[in-house]
């Protein structure tokens, strides 16, 4: 019934893959007399990690949100969700309700502007496109459903440089697999995407 301060740390470490992780929390948790139901405000959670298939100079994650766990009814709800990190900002509430029964996943996210040569650079990947200016700003809604073994994401919008696409993709059945899509675009100009010719090509 009142409201306890959290603050806590730690780290986690591999051999293989050779990875280190450190970890910061914090939040304000609260919780009923049945111990069923708990409330954290203002979570905090802060990431850093190095080591192999990650950037030479590591990544740092910061996260938060408010988080409601409800264990009598199975729901858990994530709402302002905010992650900046490694090149990318991921906004959104999410929701699992029936959690210890089927779960079904529901998620309202947005990608923000980001550049997709400075994201893959961070990782080790150079990608060249004959524009230099291509894949330098994207960002994406999109509407995400999951239950069982299907996963909807619909609607779906993309803004990839000076292209607009809005469509859908379903995943109906993972293992065969079964997918649907559509994606409807108004205009692209691929050749911009394509690498840079070389010299005798």
């Known amino acids: 019934g009142s409201k306890v301060p959290v603050d806590a ?8 893959p050779v ?3 450190n970890l910061a929390l914090k ?12 409330v954290l405000s203002g979570l905090k959670i802060d990431v850093e990690g190095s080591g192999e298939g990650l950037p030479k100079g590591g990544v740092q ?7 409601d766990i409800n264990l009598a009814d199975g729901m858990l709800k994530v ?10 900002s991921l906004n ?21 502007q980001t550049n997709l040569k400075t994201l ?3 990782f080790g990947s150079v990608i060249d496109t004959t524009d230099p200016q291509a894949l330098t700003q994207v960002s994406a809604q999109l509407k995400l459903v999951q239950q069982g073994k299907v996963l909807k994401i619909d609607p779906l919008t993309i803004k990839l440089d000076d292209t607009s696409a809005k ?31 070389k010299e005798g090509d």
């Open 9 to 16: 740390a730690f780290s986690l470490s591999s051999k293989k």
């Open 19 to 21: 990875l280190d992780i």
């Open 27 to 38: 939040a304000d948790v609260e919780a009923n007399d049945a111990f069923d139901h708990y």
């Open 61 to 67: 994650l910061a996260s938060s949100a408010d988080v």
């Open 79 to 88: 709402s302002g969700l905010s992650v900046d990190g490694a090149g990318v």
């Open 92 to 112: 959104g509430d999410l929701s699992v309700a029936e959690f210890n029964l089927t779960p079904k996943v529901n998620g309202d996210l947005q990608l923000a």
């Open 120 to 122: 893959a650079a961070l």
């Open 167 to 197: 469509g859908y993709f379903h995943v109906l059945d993972p293992k065969a697999p079964v997918l649907r899509g559509k994606l409807d675009i108004d205009a692209i100009n691929v050749d911009r995407y394509l690498p840079p010719t």
